[in-house]
């Protein structure tokens, strides 16, 4: 595919990485250093020129699959994505948005987006999930079922020098994460302590059997402590508010905190910490807070912020974080790791490229997992099919049926039927492997 | 150090080349010659390879700087063994004449061991001008391609190792299509050239063979007495126009094929063409006053002489040391030169020079306007100070490595002249010098280790010095 990126920032210069493997990807900035640093590190095109200038797309190739704006500015998101549309024959626009108002689905209509990401609202997402599951690390839905892939720390389990396939009957194991490396259990794998288990099933099933695994998390949360009064920390607090939880947020910019204050209005307590919130510890008794969760810019600071609340007897502690290769570390601290804005834009924008109709694709452990999962729609040709072709990847891959709320584990002679998910589970390095294997079938 | 994966990229590129043995081999087998012992080596040199490459199979490497440079380094001597081998099974010449000879062919040198060429069999001729044109577009432009099919990601440091550019420049997103491209203009060049000469009276053979030896501007031709010997100055004409476009930047090239001639326009290539016309005018009036040849013929001569020795391809028709110590001096400064970035030209290169002399300018500038803000442009752009010490620095070091051999080839017992210019046309893979390397002699004379001097200094000149120095930096073998 013919992509174009633009925009240079860490969003823009991971998706090229990630992309050049596979795809043509050309990059627009119009900052030259930025530009020549990506030519030299990355197997793309470069393109030195302003994203809001017509010019800068004329000597380029007349057409392109997917056209990313994930500059700055969301005007010039918006701008450059219309001039590129007129300019070049462009089949997909994917927008990154800051101002939630863009994020509207008028707009995205109205501007004949295919995807915008607004990932500050995929964050605060995130949080409402992962209350869902107080005591879990991270929490994804998979889309057309009511099934989750949940995460959570095995601590003082008591069932554990059994295998895992006799642990839980309804509750499969789909990967452990384990001295930093992840992989697919076999059925006589042993649970240690420590391990970072990601479990797979119905959310009722999970929500009734996950509790056991770690038995140091809060079993439920009803007051929450946010450092950075930001959009994404207001965004937070909004959806912490909306569960009835209560919500404090510190901000050290009085601005700031007058605009969340003036945002959250009731909902939650915007707390000023120009000097120093060592004092408003004891104060406002945060160490009391069931959950606390550092949502500034800075990540090495969010970082710092989780392990002084640790420390001081918060049981839960969540760091935003942009950077993927803080994320075995946190792991190892205790801390869970929730996608920032930037992460959270690429992923999205990655999960929305590689993601057909009828395919969507999700990345898990800090990009060491990866889930595929395929929706039998009513008119696909799969429908009364067997899977015979699955040994060709059985030992890379984990195949799951999900049929009318019941999970069975797929083997040659499963028929697929009439609004089937597969589900797919792998690590992500065999990801292309399972790709080929999907569109021959 | 991903010791395997340098392993199983240098097993790939034995096997591409045992590959390409092939085409010797059905050349000799056409003038029905003796092709068996060459059908065995190439068998054996596939089946070596072939061993390491099913073992590592599985092997996924992704080559960092390092092991890229290495894997330069490596290949260039793979190239010299490999290639060496069929002189010395045809006994035409002892083993360390045969690493200088493969050597000379795949940095597109064209400095020969050989005194009576056209002894040799006609599939080791071929061979020689097959070494020129495969090393002319660089082996590793060709395993970019190769590569990029095995291994996507991995491959641009390996481009950055061995592409000469002051900076890498793309035409394409994938770094793969910007070198397939090159390498198709490479081959409509060679057909091209291969055509007018069979039509201006060579037969295929030779047309083909320096078609390659051309394009690559390499320098080896299948007669004792280079192109001399066609007596034809159409052909001589042809020669010069492809050794000359050969000498630009490809990239401009490639740009010309989608109809934008802008490439065409840049500085270097309008200075590298100055300094051509300039030379070859000078050098055509001393031609012509001190032997007394028609203007005409002087001509014809000059401007193939200065651009062979300007695009370092070092093809001779007449010896230029009989027209007097001028001549001499403006075949020198042609041979300090070199092409264009981006060519298939060795040398310096005119982009350096441009920006050397800019830069002095400037300086005298700054020393004249002491508040004067004041910048080298090259090409309307703003050139870092960073591009220029490197630039300088270049030349340091090719002027270093020159007096080196210099000096060591003067201790070994040659005359000045000789020493001088022997050390500049191994460096800069030009081929003949003067004297006793002049385009009327050979290095057949040379001691065997002279000849591995020799050698390393073409693989230096080839790789711009900097690829193979920085294999002695202390730094580089630390894991830390």
């Known amino acids: 595919m013919k992509i174009i990126i633009a925009g240079a920032g860490t969003v823009g210069y991971n998706l090229a990485k990630t992309l050049s493997s596979h795809h043509d990807v050309t990059v627009i900035d119009r900052n030259i250093d930025a530009a020549t640093r990506l030519m030299e590190d990355l197997d793309i095109l470069t393109i030195c020129g302003d994203t809001e200038d017509p ?14 704006a994930v500059t700055d500015s969301d005007e010039a998101n918006i701008i450059s994505s219309l001039i590129a549309d007129d300019m070049i024959d462009i089949k997909k626009k994917i927008i990154r948005f800051r101002n939630s108002f863009f994020a509207k689905h008028s707009l995205k209509e109205k501007l004949n987006i295919f995807a915008s990401v607004f990932p500050a609202y995929e964050t605060a997402n995130t949080l409402a999930h992962l209350l869902e599951f107080p005591k879990a690390n991270n929490v994804k839905i998979l889309d057309h079922t009511d099934t989750a892939l949940v995460s959570v720390r095995a601590r003082n389990i008591s069932r554990k020098r059994e295998g895992i396939k006799q642990l839980y009957e309804n509750i499969i194991i789909a990967g452990i994460e384990r001295n930093g490396d992840f992989f697919i259990p076999e059925s006589d794998e042993q649970i240690q302590d420590d391990d970072l288990l990601y479990l ?65 209005q009731n909902s939650a307590t915007v707390l000023h910490s120009r000097y120093g919130w060592e004092h408003l510890f004891e104060e406002e008794g945060l160490k009391h807070a069931d959950m606390m969760i550092a949502a500034t810019k800075d990540d090495e600071y969010n970082v710092i912020k989780c392990m002084e609340g640790k ?55 800090g990009g060491k997992g990866s889930l595929m999962t395929q929706k039998i729609f009513p008119d696909s040709n799969l429908i009364g099919k067997k899977i015979e072709s699955l040994k060709k990847i059985r030992r890379y891959a984990r195949v799951y049926l999900i049929r009318q709320n019941t999970i069975t584990q797929a083997d040659e002679t499963s028929v697929y039927m009439k609004n089937d998910v597969v589900a797919i589970f792998s690590q992500l390095k065999n990801l292309e492997m399972l790709k080929t294997w999907i569109s021959e079938a | 150090m991903d010791i395997r994966g340098i392993i199983k990229l240098i097993a790939t590129i034995g096997i591409a080349l045992s590959l390409f043995f092939i085409l010797p081999i059905l050349v000799g087998a056409i003038y029905s010659e003796n092709i068996l012992p060459f059908i065995f080596f190439d068998t054996l040199f596939f089946l070596v390879n072939l061993a390491p490459l099913l073992i590592l199979r599985k092997h996924r490497f ?42 000379s062919g795949f940095t597109t040198t064209g400095a020969t061991v050989f005194s009576d060429i056209e002894s040799l069999p006609k599939m080791l001729l071929f061979l020689r001008s097959l070494m020129h044109w495969l090393g002319g577009m660089g082996i590793i432009v060709l395993g970019v391609g190769l590569f990029s099919l095995i291994n996507p990601t991995g491959s641009l440091s390996l481009f950055k190792a061995e592409s000469t550019g002051i900076s890498i420049e793309k035409l394409t997103p994938k770094i793969k299509d910007t070198a397939v491209s090159l390498w198709r203009i490479y081959l409509i060049f060679t057909l091209c050239d291969a055509v007018l000469l069979y039509l201006l009276g060579m037969d295929w053979f030779d047309a083909i063979n320096h078609a390659f030896s051309t394009i690559s501007t390499g320098g080896f031709s299948t007669k004792n007495s280079s192109l001399g010997f066609f007596q034809s100055d159409a052909i001589v004409w042809v020669t010069t126009f492809f050794m000359m476009i050969s000498g630009i930047n490809f990239l401009a090239h490639l740009r010309s094929m989608n109809r934008d001639f802008s ?28 032997s007394g040849d028609s203007l005409y013929f002087s ?85 870092k100070s960073a591009v220029i010490g490197s630039a300088f620095g270049f030349f340091a070091l090719y002027i270093l490595t020159s007096v080196t051999v210099m000096l060591y080839l003067y201790a070994r017992g040659l005359d000045e002249m000789s020493a001088i210019s022997t050390a500049l046309a191994t460096v800069g893979n030009i081929g003949p010098g003067f004297a006793l390397t002049g385009p009327s002699h050979n290095y057949g004379f040379f001691e065997w280790y002279d000849k591995l001097v020799l050698s390393s200094a073409m693989i230096i000149g080839r790789l711009e010095c900097y690829t193979v120095f920085v294999l002695f930096v202390r730094d580089f073998w630390k894991k830390f």
């Open chain 1, 200 to 264: 797979f099933g119905l959310k009722e099933d999970l929500k009734k059997s996950y509790l056991e695994f770690d038995s140091e998390m809060p079993k439920s949360v009803r007051n929450c402590v946010i450092f950075g009064g930001g959009t994404l920390g207001v965004e937070m607090a909004r959806v912490l508010a909306a569960k009835n939880i209560q919500v404090k947020i510190i901000e050290k910019s009085l601005e700031l905190c007058e605009s969340a204050s003036k945002t959250l």
């Open chain 2, 299 to 383: 001509a014809t001569h000059s401007f193939f002489t200065i651009a062979s020795v300007l695009t370092t391809t070092g093809y001779a028709t007449l010896d230029y040391e009989q027209w007097g110590q001028i001549a001499v001096i403006i075949v020198f400064l042609s041979m300090l030169v070199g092409g264009n970035v981006g060519s298939t030209a060795g040398g310096v290169k005119v982009i350096r020079y441009v920006l050397l002399f800019k830069n002095i300018a400037a300086e005298i500038k700054r020393i004249l306007h002491p508040n004067a803000i004041v910048a080298v442009f090259v090409n309307g752009n703003r050139i």
């Open chain 1, 55 to 68: 010019n800068t797309y004329i000597n380029m190739e007349t057409d392109a699959d997917f056209f990313i």
């Open chain 2, 62 to 103: 992704n080559l960092k700087v390092k092991e890229s440079i290495v894997v330069v380094n490596l290949i260039w001597i793979l190239l010299g063994i490999g290639g060496a081998i069929p002189f010395v099974i045809y006994h035409a010449c002892d083993f360390p004449s045969a690493v200088f000879e493969a050597i």
């Open chain 2, 263 to 290: 490439g065409y326009k840049s500085e270097e290539i309008r200075w590298y063409l100055f300094i051509f016309l300039l030379l070859s005018a000078l050098l055509t009036m001393v031609h012509a006053f001190s």
């Open chain 1, 311 to 365: 420390r001081s007897g918060i049981a839960k502690v969540i760091a935003v974080n942009d950077d993927i290769e803080y994320y075995s570390l946190m792991h190892s601290l205790g801390i869970v790791a929730i996608r920032g804005n930037k992460i959270n834009a690429y992923y999205k924008i990655l999960e929305k490229i590689h993601s057909s109709k009828i395919v969507t694709e999700k990345i898990f452990c």
